[in-house]
């Protein structure tokens, strides 16, 4: 089975877990941004809904942790939908942004704790995927 159609599945799945719960607000972990920013709030629906963010979490486990390297490994990511994403995950403590000193400037991006458990999740997702296929 192809990558993409493996993260099409964990949509699929997140989408109809979604549609069965009843109650709005119980479906929902909400982090606010830092006040510095624009006062909205986040989701994991936001990350786990969009099929780039699973990938750049990916790569990222992978070891390639710098934007460009990413953008270039993702045929169709363009840097604004990386960047969103990145934010994103960052804002809700699953990345954190690492900025050198340097001239040019260089910035990496690591998993945080929480980013470590949101991937055991997702990879369980994905175990649960691959039983309902072979079945």
Known sequence: MQKSALFGAVRTFWYKLKQNQSNVESRHMTISQPK??????L????IVGCKWSIRILTLIRQGISRPGAIVRSVDGLTTKVQSDSLRKMVNLSILEKITYPEVPPRVEYKLTQIGERFVTILDAL???????DTK
């Open 126 to 132: 994905t175990d649960l995927q691959r039983d309902i």
């Open 43 to 46: 989701t994991l629906e936001d």
């Open 36 to 41: 510095n920013s624009i006062s909205q709030t």
